[in-house]
C-alpha cells in the first residue's frame, strides 16, 4: 500500500498562514498527525458508526440515516469510495510550508481532488477551510477544472478555542466554501440557502470538532434523503453523523478516528 507519509523533524511554521491560531495552531496540528501511522494498526471504534478494518478493500456503504467511518489515509480509502451525491469535509487546514506541513497539505489538496472526482455530476461540495485568503485559494485550486466554485460561508465564532491570541481579533471565523460539480441536475438548492451561522467551538472534545448545530447549518441545504454523503477527513464524524441526521448514508475516512 503506497501513501504519503508524514515526515518527522524540524518544521519551520510561518506563524500567520493557519487560521485563527498561529503558530500554536500548527504545533497542536502537527502533534495530532505526527500520530498518524504509516500502517493502519487496529484500534477502538470512535464515536460514531462502525469502523471498517483496516486494509479493507470493498468499502462499506451504509443504510440510508447510518454512518460509517473508514479508519485510514484517505488517498488509499478514496479508491474504493462509489460514486457518491454530497462532498462535506473540514480538511486539516495546512497550507504550503515545508516538511511535515507540506506532506498534509499535498494530502489535502489530492484528497480534495480525487474526492471530487467521484462526486455525482450536479453534486455539491461544501469544504471547511481558515478565512486566510491563502487557505481559501488553496481549496479553491485543488479542485480546479473538476469543480466550480459557488459561494463562501461564514462560521462565525465568538469566541476562540485556541490560546494564542491574533493582536486586534476577538473573534474567528473559518470559510465554508460551496462548489458545484458542473453537468447533472442542475436545479433543485439555490446556493444562498448556505450563508451565515455564529456559533461557539466545541470547548471539549477532538481538536477541531465541529459544533452538531454548525455541522448541521452546512450540510442541511444540499442533504438528499437516500443520497450518499463522503467526508474525507471525518475527525469526529460529525458532518457525517449530519447528513446521516438529515436521511443520507453516510461514509467518513478517518487516519486516527
Ligand atoms: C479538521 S479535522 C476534521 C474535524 C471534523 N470535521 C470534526 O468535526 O471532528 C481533520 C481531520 O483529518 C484527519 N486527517 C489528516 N490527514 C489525513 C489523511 N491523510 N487521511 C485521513 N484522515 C486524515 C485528521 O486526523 C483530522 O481528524
Same mark, same amino acid.
Given at each position: 500500500? #503506497?501513501?504519503?507519509? /508524514? ?19 500548527? %504545533? ?27 486494509? #479493507?478493500?470493498?468499502? %462499506?456503504? @451504509? ?18 469510495? &462509489?460514486? /457518491? ?49 491563502? #487557505? ?45 460539480? &458542473? ?11 448556505? %450563508?451565515?451561522?455564529?456559533?461557539? @467551538? ?9 459544533? &452538531? ?13 437516500? $443520497?450518499?454523503?463522503? %467526508? &474525507? ?18 461514509? $467518513? ?5
Amino acid at each position: 500500500m #503506497s501513501h504519503v507519509r /508524514f515526515g518527522s523533524g524540524p518544521v519551520k511554521p510561518d506563524g500567520f498562514l493557519h487560521g485563527e491560531g498561529g503558530v500554536s495552531a500548527w %504545533d497542536e496540528l502537527l502533534r495530532d498527525t505526527a500520530s498518524v501511522p504509516d500502517t493502519f494498526r487496529p484500534r477502538p471504534a470512535g464515536p460514531v458508526g462502525r469502523i471498517i478494518p483496516a486494509g #479493507s478493500l470493498l468499502f %462499506d456503504v @451504509p443504510a440510508p440515516g447510518q454512518v460509517s467511518i473508514a479508519r485510514g489515509h484517505t488517498l488509499d480509502v478514496l479508491a474504493s469510495v &462509489p460514486t /457518491f451525491d454530497l462532498l462535506a469535509t473540514a480538511p486539516p487546514y495546512a497550507m504550503g510550508g515545508e516538511g511535515a506541513e507540506h506532506a498534509i497539505g499535498a494530502v489535502v489538496a489530492v484528497g480534495l481532488r480525487e474526492a471530487a472526482l467521484r462526486l455525482r455530476k450536479g453534486g455539491w461540495a461544501v469544504v471547511y477551510s481558515a478565512s486566510s485568503w491563502r #487557505s481559501t485559494y488553496y481549496m479553491v485550486e485543488a479542485v480546479r477544472g473538476v469543480l466550480e466554485p459557488i459561494r463562501i460561508a461564514t462560521w462565525t465564532k465568538p469566541v476562540a478555542r485556541t490560546k494564542v491570541r491574533t493582536p486586534g481579533w476577538s473573534w474567528a471565523s473559518v470559510n465554508v466554501l460551496l462548489f458545484r460539480k &458542473p453537468g447533472g441536475d442542475r436545479t433543485g438548492t439555490p446556493s444562498i440557502l448556505l %450563508d451565515h451561522i455564529t456559533a461557539a @467551538p466545541l470547548m471539549v472534545g477532538r481538536r477541531a470538532q465541529l459544533p &452538531p448545530s454548525v455541522a448541521r447549518w452546512s450540510v442541511e441545504p444540499f442533504a438528499e434523503p437516500g $443520497g450518499l454523503m463522503l %467526508d &474525507p477527513f471525518s475527525g469526529s464524524g460529525a458532518l457525517p453523523q449530519a447528513a446521516a441526521d438529515l436521511g443520507m448514508a453516510a461514509i $467518513g475516512i478517518e487516519a486516527n478516528p
